[in-house]
């Protein structure tokens, strides 16, 4: 290894080494490479976008019950330093979102899926799960880590023949999206399930939504053509029912009715 290589990796193990967190209740060890702040900033920067161009629902019953299923949530997480802002978008999709420093948006075609305030809980749990566990800010770090080892392994190789770099480091790459990146993101959406359920518990919704919510998803999804569970940024419906019925007696450790 030459002396290029050899400091862009020290600068690598420095930042590692200084750059350790811990996930609430699952206990997990991440990598953060960038400051909580500049995560917000960030988060409200692409929301203040994103909002600009979307067409906000103008049905203020979806907006309420967004509104206030999102505030009990939030007040579950125990983030009151998290600035929490909840909008409704007019929009097909089924999904939800979101980004750092508590900025919500719900897609309004998700709302017929999530059924009732217990299955928007389990939605709205989830997302703000990844604010929580600062996933968005991992996912920047565990690409800059990526990005270096690439620069190194080039950095090691650059006195051989050009093709072999180039045919060496696609072939890293390939490997690292397979091996590491689509593993990182399946796990990161399963750990928001699992906070996401006892976020919905704290917040008074029984967590067993969460699963009902999941089976509903499924049968959404049936008949759609998707990439096989390895190669996609998700797990599989029936994988996220299966863990969610195993972290079920935890979560229900969490749940008072109100």
Wanted: aromatic share 6%; hydrophobic share 40%.
């Amino acid at each position: 290894m030459g002396p290029r290589a050899r400091s862009v990796l020290a600068v690598l193990l420095v930042g590692v080494v200084v750059a350790c967190e811990t996930v609430p209740y699952t206990g997990r060890t991440q990598i953060m490479l960038l400051p909580e702040t500049a995560e917000w900033q960030m988060g409200l920067d692409s929301y203040q976008q994103i909002l600009q161009k979307a067409r906000l629902s103008r049905d203020p019953a979806q907006t309420e019950q967004v509104r206030r299923v999102g505030l009990r949530i939030a007040q579950a997480t125990g983030r009151s330093d998290y600035r929490w802002e909840f909008n409704v978008i007019d929009d097909k999709q089924a999904n939800a979102f979101c980004l750092p420093g508590g900025k919500v948006a719900v897609y309004t075609g998700i709302l017929p899926i999530t059924r009732d305030d217990a299955g928007l809980a389990a939605v709205l749990g989830h997302e703000a799960a990844h604010a929580i566990a600062r996933h968005g800010g991992e996912r920047v770090s565990q690409t800059l880590l990526v990005q270096t080892g690439l620069v190194a392994t080039q950095a090691a190789l650059a006195r051989r023949d050009p093709r072999t770099v180039q045919t060496v480091t696609a072939l890293l790459g390939a490997g690292v999206t397979v091996g590491l990146l689509l593993p990182w993101s399946r796990g990161q959406e399963s750990e928001a399930d699992h906070l996401g359920l006892i976020y919905m518990a704290r917040a008074g919704y029984h967590p067993s939504a969460a699963r009902d919510l999941w089976v509903r998803m499924a049968g959404a999804a049936r008949g759609r053509a998707r990439p096989p569970e390895f190669l996609s940024t998700h797990p599989a419906e029936a994988t996220r029912i299966r863990q969610i019925e195993a972290w079920m007696p935890e979560a229900l450790r969490y749940y008072q009715p109100r």
